[in-house]
């Protein structure tokens, strides 16, 4: 079955400092990913997404994320985080009849001054 | 504005009293899903459905109802609350395909006393 790690709970950076998220899948074949984030008292807002071809792939805020099929990780980076991006961010993928999307349990992100 | 709405987005109830979490789509989607999200868990899907008068169940579909009558509108219904259902739900849409990005609504944060 399809699943998604995502092995840390919380990270903290320092606003200016890089950040790498990191995200595992299982998937049989290569498969769709997503990241979404989920700012205080919103829905989620989709990140980025994979599909296929180029393996690094930009998304919305600054935020890029790399597919390497040998480690089966997506993980998601920003050269320089703003305190604006304190939030949670999930890693997930579809399962394969597509009729479910599976999530990660999410890394929440603190950012300080 | 493309969105999803929820409501409400606040709820407190009592045990065994039946409510409703209206959900409504304006991207004319063809699948929508629930979900509820619950710390340390992620997002656990409830219920999805794939079009009109189509409904499946997710991973933790007991205590829960969904229909699906208009493509724009999909209710959630918990027929007898119980504390174990206090959880932050989510409804979402997509296009069809599960390379498709998921759409949010804002949330409602369910109490049952």
């Not at chain 1, 769709?32 to 989620?44: A, D």
């Not at chain 1, 998304?59 to 320089?80: C, D, V, Y």
């Not at chain 1, 604006?84 to 349990?105: L, M, Q, W």
């Not at chain 2, 979900?35 to 829960?64: A, F």
Request: net charge positive; hydrophobic share 30%; with cysteine.
């Amino acid at each position: 079955a399809q699943s998604v790690t995502q092995p840390d709970i919380h990270i903290t950076v320092s606003e200016g400092a890089s950040l790498e998220l990191r995200c595992n899948y299982s998937y049989g074949a290569t498969p769709y990913l997503f990241w979404y984030v989920q700012s205080p008292g919103q829905g989620l807002q989709l990140l980025l997404k994979y599909f296929s071809g180029d393996t690094l792939v930009q998304g919305i805020k600054g935020f890029e994320a790399e597919f390497k099929r040998s480690q089966s990780s997506f993980n998601l980076r920003k050269p320089s985080v703003h305190w604006s991006d304190a939030a949670e961010y999930f890693c997930a993928v579809p399962n394969t009849g597509g009729f479910k999307t599976i999530f990660g349990a999410g890394t929440r992100l603190f950012v300080k001054a | 504005e493309a969105q999803v709405t929820q409501n409400p987005r606040y709820l407190i109830t009592v045990t065994g009293k039946k409510l409703t979490v209206t959900c409504s789509q304006n991207m004319n989607h063809e699948y929508m899903s629930w979900y509820r999200q619950d710390p340390g868990l992620g997002l656990r899907q409830i219920y999805y459905s794939m079009n009109v008068e189509v409904t499946d169940k997710g991973d933790v579909p007991e205590g829960y109802k969904v229909s699906r009558k208009e493509k724009r509108n999909f209710p959630l219904i918990l027929e007898s609350p119980s504390p174990n259902q206090t959880s932050l739900y989510f409804c979402a849409s997509r296009l069809q395909g599960p390379n498709s990005p998921l759409h949010f609504g804002n949330g409602t944060r369910l109490t049952v006393t």
